[in-house]
């Protein structure tokens, strides 16, 4: 799940006004009621989405399907919150591969993966720093968006996911998977727990481009690339194609036409050529279906170049290596501990495993509220405990606002493009719009209130942006004042490339970039 389909569901707003319907309500507010339920076991999980008279939906991350519902594009009776099971998460070396929990967030993929640099990249592609910290795998594979980032990568890298539900487990490949845009095979009470990765051959390179408006935003057209290498032949190759079909497109012709030949950049131009006339694209606001089958050519020479040199690289060292050697920073992350439950490894395409081999252990707080019930719940906010009552629909940054009176927090789009109200949950920088009050209890929430010293200075960031001219309305200053302190935590010395990609969910509407940029690098040790 992912702001990369925000867009869509703006598309879709101004369609659904245009042909009568009501227009957006204020984002600002969940108003649509709803149960909320936080299960204590995948069976449970499964068991709440199988219940025919309820409509439920899974919430995982939340940045899709939470702005799907401001809007008015889905209004489902339930939330099923999966995101405390703590078997979801994680990812587990098998003997033919990896795999990867459900609700491991993009941000730990993107630092984790050895062996898989088709989907590194995908994920370090995938939104803004907020949503890549918050999304999920599942749930960007979910939403079936033919735009999607990391499904492309998993589709060239021939991916399977793994489905329980009432009946037991299942799997199947990524790319069987996906039906239509925002469709997928998924049945009545499934729950997509695990995708699974092969283990690459030696000589396996991969490769995921993408061209979009700005960054953090859509793809126009985006290109995976998995090629096996022998010498100076390719034994098997795997393309596939995003946001330039009604799903992601696999090329198969112009794999054919790959396998077995000697590699050259004109044979890659023409096996792009062959896939552009596999492709599908239509014209919309990004683009038009012109220039993206146009792109389509490019993409996949450039997605080749770089598969190939990888692969000629990765007999001796890279991908070789085994995917499940991850970074220090993943090892302490949460999503790399995986759970008792994960090591049992992956059906084959097509088998279940009967429920009672995939019960999953008991979430630390099982929470189940009907419409209109408040829960009492706590949340330590700068340090200081807040015990409130919120119901179901309270958005955290109207509790951070309204009931605390925590007006550092701004207000912006109310969709998790703005990057506005951020602030640090468990030292995460989260989107307090897109998030639940509910699901926040019992954590600890940092506002920008929260940087001032005992004494009430300022923090040393602070005093650079206003050395350094740093804002101008300063509507956006809290939002980037909570991902720079994160930033600077993780990276002490982070060159200018790594302050903009870190801050590319932060938008300034007064433009003032350059002179935040300069306040960053003037906190940089060293």
């Known amino acids: 799940m992912s702001n990369h389909e925000h867009e869509q569901a703006h598309e879709r707003t101004h369609q659904h006004a245009h042909d009568g319907g ?11 009621p709803f149960e909320y339920h936080q299960p204590a076991t995948i069976g449970e999980a499964v068991a709440l989405l199988a219940e025919d008279d309820v409509e439920s939906a899974v919430l995982a991350g939340g940045s899709f399907l939470l702005v799907q519902m401001k809007m008015e594009q889905t209004a489902p009776d339930r939330l099923v919150n999966v995101a405390a099971l703590p078997e979801l998460s994680g990812l587990e070396e098998t003997e033919d591969g990896l795999d990867v929990g459900a609700m491991t967030t993009i941000w730990d993929l993107r630092n984790a993966l050895g062996g898989y640099t088709a989907l590194a990249e995908a994920c370090a592609a995938f939104g803004s720093t907020q949503i890549q910290l918050t999304g999920t795998i599942g749930g960007n594979v979910c939403n079936g968006s033919p735009a999607s980032d990391t499904v492309p990568a998993l589709v060239a890298l021939g991916a399977d996911v793994a489905l329980t539900g009432p009946d037991g487990e299942r799997a199947m490949p990524v790319e069987q998977f996906l039906v239509g845009p925002g469709e997928t095979a998924s049945e009545d009470g499934e729950l997509l727990t695990r995708v699974h990765l092969p283990k690459p051959e030696p000589g396996t390179g991969s490769s995921f481009v993408k061209i979009s408006r700005v960054r953090a935003d859509l793809a126009k057209a985006s290109a995976a690339a998995m090629v096996v290498r022998d010498g100076d032949r390719i034994v098997d190759c795997r393309l596939a194609f995003g946001a330039v079909g009604p799903t992601v497109i696999r090329a198969t012709g112009a ?21 552009s006339e596999q492709v599908s694209p239509i014209d919309d606001v990004r683009s038009s279906a012109r220039y993206r089958r146009r792109v389509v050519k490019a993409l996949c020479h ?73 829960h009492a719940v706590t949340l330590t906010v700068n340090g200081v405990e807040h015990e409130l009552l919120v119901g179901p629909n309270e958005l955290l940054i109207n509790v951070l606002r309204e009931r605390l009176e925590l007006t550092g927090t701004k207000y912006g789009c109310g969709i998790g493009e703005c990057g506005a109200c951020t602030v640090h949950l468990d030292g995460v920088p989260t989107l307090s719009c897109l998030t639940l009050a509910v699901a926040a209890d019992g954590r600890e929430v940092t506002t920008v209130e929260g940087l001032e010293g005992p004494d009430g200075e300022l923090d040393p960031l602070q005093e650079a942006f206003i050395e350094n001219a740093a804002f101008q309305c300063g509507y956006c200053t809290p939002g980037m004042l909570m991902m720079t302190k994160r930033l600077l935590a993780e990276n002490p010395a982070p060159e200018e490339d790594d302050i903009r990609d870190f801050l590319k969910g932060n938008r300034c509407r007064c433009t003032g970039f350059a002179a935040i940029v300069r306040a960053v690098e003037s906190c940089v040790e060293g």
């Open 22 to 32: 009501h227009a957006m309500t204020n984002s600002h507010l969940m108003v649509h």
């Open 302 to 374: 450039d997605a080749l170049e770089a598969a190939w040199e990888r692969a000629g690289e990765e007999r001796s060292t890279a991908e070789v290596s085994s995917a499940a050697e991850v970074s220090s920073a993943a090892e302490v992350s949460s999503a790399a501990e995986v759970s008792s439950a994960a090591e049992v490894s992956s059906p084959g395409a097509g088998e279940r495993r009967s429920e009672g081999e995939v019960e999953s252990g008991i979430s630390p707080n099982p929470l189940h509220l009907l419409v209109g019930e408040k």
């Open 255 to 275: 794999e054919e036409m790959l396998i077995g030949e000697r590699f050259s950049a004109e044979l890659a131009l023409a096996a792009g050529e062959v896939a």
